[in-house]
T-cell receptor, first 112, second 115 residues
Framework: DADVTQTPRNRITKTGKRIMLECSQT?????MYWYRQDPGLGLRLIYY???????NKGEISDGYSVSRQAQAKFSLSLESAIPNQTALYFC???????????FGQGTRLTVV | AQKVTQAQTEISVVEKEDVTLDCVYE???????LFWYKQPPSGELVFLIR??????QNEISGRYSWNFQKSTSSFNFTITASQVVDSAVYFC????????????FGQGTELSVKP
């Protein structure tokens, strides 16, 4: 099994729909992250969590929400999807010192 | 502020040429980590190397080599004798504990190796 698993891998949804992207990890890391990738912009941080009770906004959190259900699970929600949220989304984990990082395979989301 | 700059947006080379990808970073932290990731056309992020701020020893691994220089805040990556399979987007990443544990990505360099 992969260290960091994202579901779904691909999703097409309609404008205005609520959608949840899920992430689970087997690394035992406290820190989890959601990033968004758009062409030419690298990866931008949406939300991050240092433990179950600690959730923080990243640089582009508007239109998104997250839930840290357990140490191993971190979900990203789009409450009302819009077309400019079409992107490749990555979940990541890291140890407490930020010395290593593991990424999921990515979720390709298309909002039509 | 923490920042990573990859000035080269796209690079195109012919197979067997050597190619260097540049990375310049900014941080006020004394302890930090630098990473290189490769993203092939399939989309996943593949870890290549990590360096911590106290280890300026450069490394060679097969056709890959890395040049870390704190004096110029640079962490460059060289592929020797490039191959078509090296075609990908390469990201330089700054990490560590002091910037809130966040990973700061450069914009990426798209490398195209032509046969």
């Amino acid at each position: 099994d992969a260290d960091v698993t994202q579901t779904p891998r691909n999703r097409i949804t309609k404008t205005g729909k609520r959608i949840m992207l899920e992430c689970s990890q087997t690394k035992g890391h406290d820190r989890m992250y959601w990033y968004r990738q758009d062409p030419g912009l690298g990866l931008r941080l949406i939300y991050y969590s240092f433990d179950v009770k600690d959730i923080n906004k990243g640089e582009i959190s508007d239109g998104y929400s997250v839930s840290r259900q357990a140490q191993a699970k971190f979900s990203l929600s789009l409450e009302s999807a819009i077309p400019n949220q079409t992107a490749l989304y990555f979940c990541a984990t890291s140890d407490s010192g930020g010395t290593v990082a593991f990424f999921g395979q990515g979720t390709r989301l298309t909002v039509v | 502020a923490q920042k990573v700059t990859q000035a080269q947006t796209e690079i195109s080379v012919v197979e067997k040429e050597d190619v260097t990808l540049d990375c310049v970073y900014e941080t006020r932290d004394t302890t930090y980590y630098l990473f290189w990731y490769k993203q092939p056309p399939s989309g996943e992020l593949v870890f290549l190397i990590r360096r911590n701020s106290f280890d300026e020893q450069n490394e060679i691994s097969g056709r890959y080599s890395w040049n870390f220089q704190k004096s110029t805040s640079s962490f460059n990556f060289t592929i020797t004798a490039s191959q078509v399979v090296d075609s990908a987007v390469y990201f330089c990443v700054l990490g560590g504990n002091n910037q809130g544990g966040k990973l700061i990505f450069g914009q990426g360099t798209e490398l195209s190796v032509k046969p």
